[in-house]
């Protein structure tokens, strides 16, 4: 089964769901800074700011008719926190949503790795599929012959995971050790460099693993089991 390129308006949507979540993690920090040069007090300008995230998800609906998962499930963690602050009237309470955030998203990886969509594979599969590796395999034949490549994608969800609870537990440190103005331009930062960190020790992996090389045991393997193939039949591996 040969796999179609994507078409140069799929890129444009990847690149547009880029630039809305760059909108949705960058925007509250400037807003928040920007509330506070005008003497708003810590809770109002965190309530504020924490309204944006959801901009994508309106985009998203009104662009294309249709509702984001993963944008809804982020406005829904960042409402259940906005929601906790107001009723304890805690400002570090609600600074520390984006860990109440991690803990969800790590949450949502780990439930997922043993089922039959991983959420890494999700996520990497429209940026990477016939791009990488054997570029005319499927990636749902490679899925189906390969336990390796089932393995590989299950290690990663499960590495995107852990990662995020140890985020979590980063930012409520920061959150209750930092003042809070500080803390809420570290916890944007944090956002990048858990990112860039976990995309590297990722593609580490993988690239040790063999995704990239189409070469690699993790293709050969799926090979040998093609009917016909003369791995299948006892010839060379």
Not at 116 to 134: H, M, V, Y
């Amino acid at each position: 089964m040969q796999v179609k390129k994507a078409e140069p308006k799929a890129r444009g949507r990847h690149r547009g769901a880029a630039i809305l979540m760059l909108v949705d993690f960058g925007l509250p920090i400037g807003l928040y800074y920007g509330l506070r040069a005008m003497d708003v007090d810590y809770l109002p300008s965190l309530l504020i700011s924490s309204l944006v995230p959801s901009t994508s998800m309106v985009v998203t609906l009104v662009r294309e008719r249709r509702l984001d998962s993963a944008g809804l499930f982020m406005t829904i963690v960042m409402l259940a926190g906005a929601g906790l602050s107001l009723i304890s009237g805690s400002t570090r309470l609600l600074l520390a949503k984006d860990a109440l955030l991690m803990v969800a998203v790590g949450g949502w990886f780990l439930v997922t790795a043993r089922g039959s969509q991983p959420l890494a594979l999700r996520f990497s599969r429209p940026l990477l599929e016939g791009r990488i590796g054997a570029r005319e395999e499927s990636w749902d034949d490679l899925w189906a012959r390969s336990p390796d490549f089932r393995r590989l994608w299950r290690v990663c969800t499960v590495a995107w995971g852990i990662g995020s609870l140890v985020d979590a537990v980063v930012r409520v440190v920061i959150v209750y050790t930092f003042p809070i103005d500080l803390a809420v331009g570290l916890g944007g930062v944090q956002y990048g460099i858990f990112t860039v960190l976990m995309l590297v020790i990722v593609n580490v992996y993988q690239m040790r693993a063999g995704l990239h090389d189409p070469r690699s045991a993790l293709y050969r393997q799926a090979a040998a089991d093609l009917p016909g193939s003369p791995l299948e039949v006892g010839g060379p591996k």
